[in-house]
């Protein structure tokens, strides 16, 4: 029989509603009962993309010796991470502090009734390997402390509760901004850097993207140092396989450093920055590689991802016919029996088929091993005539790719992953002067809008036409920055309004008014064991710092003193963290480079027709830290950004409250 979990909308939660343990969602009923039978809660977090979940779930959830002890010593709720962050922080951080290590998913905690974790690991499997206990032998040491060693833990738990309020953060007084972190950023990326795969790590390789956006932004005040670091780590991951080569779109990490084998999960928070990293290194260096990466991710997402009521749907999964990459990788033989001979000798040696295996040494993960260019004079080919055949092949090999039996998709489209992405396009669009782009971002800022905005309030998730869940920090603040780049790309009345309210509910609902900052979690959000404001960059940014980001972009644009208020609070009370580890907080350094040198926004106005031009011809030539906007002719303009209509093409630039005499030839605007 289905347990509680069948009712569930989460794709993550139905996957375990024929599980034989008596799940519950996190809610009243579950509390109610552990604290009624003052039994333990086992709680586990997960999401459906998530590879050692699955092996977790098959090799104890669904095994009805195991879920016999779960159902008899605890209170058992599952939880999807995406569709709650808030408990995932609270209970990453617990895990962190309980044993002094990083965590992960699955996520297996074990609270007291009044939510208070005592115990924390990540994958257990049932009979002892890996160095791990097997799963009941720890249950039932679990439960035995708990009833025998009860005053320990109650001890222990003060003390976590106590640890974890001093992780929030606190003014450090008045301390004057300085750029001071902006160099040592640089420095420590530098110290950490691989100079021959890229990348800061050493395997697992994360994208890392606030690095990356942070080197880029250097790069274009001509840091060089910073602009070879950046370029560098995106041309070998887009030559690994941790990108698809013939389908386009990342895999969330690779678990080699040279970004050859991924973790073949696809995420749509990664992609949406992704895009816009690789548009930007584009405009950097004209770079051909750069812009068919930007192009793989676009072709990916509206091949793959986009769900029957117009957002993005959240990931694919890494497992297809219970093995991870199966569906993503090839035996040569495979290869040759679907390409022409000709076909074959170029893509071969391009993507790795004549290699050893890379895949658990049987199978070849494509990757681009070779430059097509010196293929092409191997063979006695002209360039253009390999490219003829390379785009041949992959297209016969992804039209058969296509016939497999595909990975699961999560199909829950959430606030702030929509945001990143829609982000994402607008800037792209906008960089690469693709306009198709464009109105893809405007059609999931729409889709967001009629569906997920609900009396001035944000909801978080959306699917099979029902909204749900309050939304957090990330969904507000991740929205009105996609606007603001939405509005770079295609100025539009209606997103101004919507930037405004979002930018109001923010203050309103997550500002802490006294310190500074900004909550996870809104003031009438249900009461936690705690309640997180961190300022540092994970897999997605910071809130904080894309709140504040936001914020002081939006205050710029309308003068509107709240809102560089409110970013200017933010960044002083992370000041201090700034100071002594930078390179955590890449995004708060970009309100700190702005807090320090305002951007320059530059207003066009004018035919609509002669503002595409211009604002074509900008493009590339605008830096990270300009802001355009194009106001044809016929716009309802807020007063901040209002100028007279023209007959011609006009633009004003301005930076803090200066502008200057307004310019008439794209020619005169400074670089």
């Known amino acids: 029989m289905p347990n509680r979990l069948a009712t569930e909308p989460s794709p993550y939660l139905l996957q375990h509603a024929d599980n034989p343990v008596d799940w519950y969602p996190w ?43 779960m159902n008899r010593l605890f209170v058992n709720i599952k939880v999807d991470r995406e569709e709650r962050p808030d408990l995932d922080q609270i209970y990453q951080s617990a895990h962190q502090l309980l044993t002094q290590r990083g965590g992960g998913w699955p996520l297996t905690v074990f609270l007291a009734p009044d939510q208070t974790p005592f115990f924390a690991g990540t994958y257990f499997p049932k009979t002892p390997r890996y160095q791990l206990p097997g799963f009941i032998d720890l249950m039932q040491n679990v439960a035995r402390a708990w009833h025998e060693r009860r005053g320990e833990i109650q001890e222990q738990n003060e003390a976590v509760r106590d640890a974890l309020a001093r992780q929030q953060p606190t003014p450090a007084g008045s301390k004057a901004l300085t750029d001071a972190p902006l160099a040592e950023a640089v420095r420590d990326l530098a110290q950490a850097f691989d100079p021959v795969w890229g990348g800061f790590s050493r395997a697992p390789k994360f994208p890392r993207p606030g690095e990356l956006f942070f080197l880029l932004r250097q790069a274009q005040a001509c840091n060089t140092q910073a602009r070879e670091m950046a370029l560098f780590t995106l041309r070998k991951m887009a030559s690994g396989g941790v990108v698809d080569q013939l389908g386009g779109g990342f895999c969330r990490y690779s678990v080699d450093e040279q970004w050859a084998i991924p973790h073949f999960e696809k995420m749509l928070y990664d992609n949406g920055p992704l895009l816009h990293l690789y548009a930007d290194a584009w405009a950097l260096s004209g770079e051909t590689l750069f812009a068919t990466t930007a192009e793989g991710i676009v072709d990916w997402l509206l091949r793959e991802m986009r769900g029957p009521d117009g957002g993005f749907c ?272 890449p995004t708060l350094l970009a309100v700190l480079d702005e807090a320090l040198t305002p951007p320059r926004v530059i207003l066009l106005r004018g035919p609509a027709s002669g503002l595409r031009e211009w604002s074509a011809a900008l493009a590339s030539r605008l830096f990270a830290r300009d802001m355009l906007l194009a106001l044809p002719n016929g716009l309802s303009l807020p007063a901040a950004l209002f100028k007279a209509e023209a007959d011609r093409p006009t633009a004003w630039v301005c930076s803090g409250t200066s502008c200057q005499p307004p310019v008439t030839k794209v020619s005169d605007l400074p670089g």
């Open 27 to 69: 809610g009243a009923a579950a509390l109610e009962r552990a604290r009624h039978e003052d039994k333990p809660i086992l709680l586990s977090i997960g999401y459906s993309a998530c590879h050692w979940c699955h092996v977790m779930a098959h090799e104890c959830f669904e095994d009805s010796e195991v879920a016999a002890v």
């Open 314 to 585: 959240s990931a694919l999964d890494a497992d297809s016919e219970g093995h991870e990459g199966r569906f993503y990788v090839w035996l040569p033989d495979e290869v040759r029996a679907l390409l022409s001979a000709d076909e074959y000798a170029v893509a071969a040696p391009v993507y790795g088929f004549d290699q050893p295996p890379n895949f658990e040494n049987a199978r070849w993960n494509p990757v681009l091993a070779r430059p097509l260019k010196e293929v092409a004079v191997e063979l006695g080919l002209a360039e253009s005539e390999a490219e003829m055949l390379l785009r041949g092949a992959r297209s016969r090999l992804l039209a058969a790719r296509e016939t497999r039996v595909r990975p699961g998709r999560d199909d829950k489209q959430l606030t702030s992953w929509n945001a990143l992405m829609i982000a994402g396009l607008a800037h792209a669009g906008r960089v690469m002067n693709r306009p198709a782009w464009i109105d893809e971002a405007h059609a999931t800022i729409d889709f967001l809008n009629r569906n997920l905005w609900q009396d001035g309030r944000l909801l978080a998730s959306f699917r099979h036409g029902e909204a749900r869940l309050n939304a957090y920090l990330d969904d507000y603040a991740f929205l009105l920055d996609a606007l603001l780049e939405s509005m770079q790309a295609g100025y539009r009345e209606r997103d101004m309004a919507w930037a405004r309210e979002l930018a109001d509910a923010l203050l309103l609902h997550f500002e802490d008014a006294e310190q500074g900052g900004f909550f996870f979690t809104g003031h009438d959000h249900e009461a936690l064991i705690s309640r997180p404001k961190s300022g540092y960059d994970n897999a997605t940014p910071s809130g904080n710092g894309v709140a504040a980001f936001a914020l002081q972009r939006l205050g710029h644009l309308l003068s509107e003193a709240r809102y560089l208020d409110a970013g200017s609070r933010c960044l002083h009370l992370f000041m201090a963290q700034l100071i002594q580890q930078p390179i955590a907080y």
